[in-house]
């Protein structure tokens, strides 16, 4: 199973920018698709993004447009740049990958890096 590592999430004002990056321990090549959810308190963890190995993404409707995620596979790391933030984007954020094997989904998550949104 890989390890997923997330890096960047910190305070910033509405409006702001962050950049969120997930390094995984091994190769990613192998990893079908990799995104990142978010956990706000006392809500469910819900998907923000993901993005296959093949390079095809997926947003969640609350984020586009301000959001973007990108794939490294040279360098086995995944980043969101998180744009126009808002209040309602504060959430523990978390890395994820599913790669299948021998046929099996097997799902990796990282500890998750604060993202807080506030003046």
């Known amino acids: 199973q890989v390890q997923l590592v997330e890096s960047g999430g910190g305070l910033v004002q509405p409006g702001g920018s962050l950049r969120l990056s997930c390094a995984a321990s091994r190769s990613i090549l192998s990893i079908n698709v990799m995104g990142w959810y978010r956990q706000a308190p006392g809500k469910e963890r819900e998907l923000v993004t993901t993005?296959?190995?093949?390079?095809?993404?997926n947003y969640a409707d609350s984020v586009k447009g301000r959001f973007t995620i990108f794939r490294d596979n040279a360098k086995n790391l995944v980043s969101l740049q998180m744009n126009s933030l808002k209040p309602e984007d504060t959430a523990v954020y978390y890395c994820y990958g599913r790669e299948y094997v021998v046929g099996f989904p097997r799902d990796s998550w990282g500890q998750g890096t604060q993202v807080t949104v506030s003046s």
């Open positions: 993005i296959t190995s093949g390079g095809a993404t």
